[in-house]
């Protein structure tokens, strides 16, 4: 049974800075993609970031500059700096992983970015 833990969100002023990891448990394998996806109140669930197994990452266009994902990948453990905190970068955190068909969600970290 694969678990996505993940852990460090938290209330930020604008401006300032979270780090947000996310350990897998329970797979033996190297997740092909791990990232991170976001929901705030009231919209749908966004791709935020993204990193394959062989290095490459993808981000949503509103976060380019102020976030960065990595991973470690003989832990399966992915973080992401989130740099120039946003009020509309408040939502739920979702650590996602995938290897073929299969996609992984953990539970989800909340950040709030307010003043």
């Known amino acids: 049974q694969v678990q996505l833990v993940e852990s460090g969100g938290g209330l930020v002023q604008p401006g300032g800075s979270l780090r947000l990891s996310c350990a897998a448990s329970g797979s033996v394998l190297i997740f092909d993609t791990m990232g991170w996806f976001r929901q705030a109140p009231g919209k749908e669930r966004e791709l935020v970031a993204t990193k394959t197994r062989g290095g490459s990452t993808n981000y949503v266009d509103s976060v380019k500059g102020r976030f960065t994902v990595s991973r470690e990948n003989a832990k399966n453990t992915v973080y992401l700096q989130l740099n120039s905190l946003k009020p509309e970068d408040t939502a739920v955190y979702y650590c996602?992983?995938?290897?073929?068909?299969?996609?992984?969600w953990g539970k989800g970290t909340q950040v709030t970015v307010s003043s």
């Open positions: 996602n992983a995938g290897y073929a068909r299969s996609v992984y």
